[in-house]
């Protein structure tokens, strides 16, 4: 009896420490199309490392300072392209006011979609690397009808 219990409290210890550690967020815009459509949802794990090519879900509102725009959902979704000491995109140079040879600042990403249409730091420049919810790990489920563009 007394191993059902011990059993049962694992469990319950390991659901808590993977809730903690694991989101589930649904994709609303068709920026990183077609790796990830509207619908779409994705499990992001909160402490995953942060590396050029991995998709990363942020907080996507624009405080004062942080470019400008009309209103964005509360999360984006978005390819990571350049980190802290590299040299900065030429796409991004513009967005960022970054001279010749600049580097992405300590605390800053470079993020872009995987679309055509995508409002990212080809836009609205560098992105606080403290806004990172987590990494994406997989998609879970397509919310997206075939068919769909």
């Not at 590396?51 to 879900?57: A, F, K, L």
């Not at 979704?77 to 900065?88: E, F, N, Q």
């Not at 796409?91 to 006011?97: G, H, L, P, T």
């Amino acid at each position: 009896m007394w191993y059902a219990l011990i059993a049962l409290a694992v469990l319950v210890v390991l659901a808590v420490v993977a809730r903690r550690g694991l989101v589930v967020v649904q994709v609303s815009g068709v920026s990183m199309a077609p790796a990830y459509r509207p619908g779409d949802r994705v499990l992001v794990r909160r402490t995953g490392a942060v590396r050029r090519g991995r998709v990363v879900v942020f907080e996507s509102t624009r405080p004062s300072g942080w470019g400008t725009g009309p209103p964005a959902p509360p999360w984006a979704i978005k390819r990571v392209t350049a980190l802290p000491g590299d040299p900065v995109p030429a796409d991004v140079v513009e967005a960022v006011a970054a001279g010749p040879g600049a580097r992405v600042p300590e605390g800053a990403l470079v993020v872009v979609g995987d679309g055509t249409s995508s409002a990212d730091s080809r836009v609205y420049g560098y992105v606080p690397a403290d806004r990172v919810l987590g990494v994406v790990v997989r998609k879970l489920s397509s919310g997206a009808s075939e068919g769909v563009p």
